[in-house]
Nanobody, 130 residues
Framework: QVRLVESGGGLEQPGGSLRLSCAVSPFALYDYVFAWFRQAPGKEREGVATIRGRDGFTYISTYPTNVMGRFSISRDTAKNTVSLQMNSLGPEDTAVYYC????????????????????WGLGTQVTVSS
């Protein structure tokens, strides 16, 4: 089992930046794939970015959520954390952001969809408003 705890959300002005962090259970980082999803009020949860814990290979969503060039995902193997750096924030980025994880399956494509992930954090609220 993997425990995920998000932090770093808050209120930010349009054009600003926020960095979300997901604390991962010790020793789990290398065996799992991690992702950030977000859910805005009245909308479905959607994927934002994915990273493979083993080697840091990443995927940034371009459809339906296009955050390419603004968001990046990374991992810190020393701190056992997965982070989401969000730049040039706009009101459309307002949502609850969730960290998710699933056991890596060698040879299979990087998981990106909600149903592919087995473990979830409780989420952290990001509000972009002036």
């Amino acid at each position: 089992q993997v425990r995920l705890v998000e932090s770093g959300g808050g209120l930010e002005q349009p054009g600003g930046s926020l960095r979300l962090s997901c604390a991962v259970s010790p020793f789990a980082l290398y065996d799992y794939v991690f992702a950030w999803f977000r859910q805005a009020p009245g909308k479905e949860r959607e994927g934002v970015a994915t990273i493979r814990g083993r080697d840091g290979f990443t995927y940034i969503s371009t459809y339906p959520t296009n955050v390419m060039g603004r968001f990046s995902i990374s991992r810190d193997t020393a701190k056992n954390t997965v982070s989401l750096q969000m730049n040039s924030l706009g009101p459309e980025d307002t949502a609850v952001y969730y960290c998710a994880a699933t056991k890596e399956e060698w040879g299979k494509p990087l998981p990106r969809l909600q149903y592919e992930f087995d473990y979830w954090g409780l989420g952290t609220q990001v509000t972009v408003s002036s």
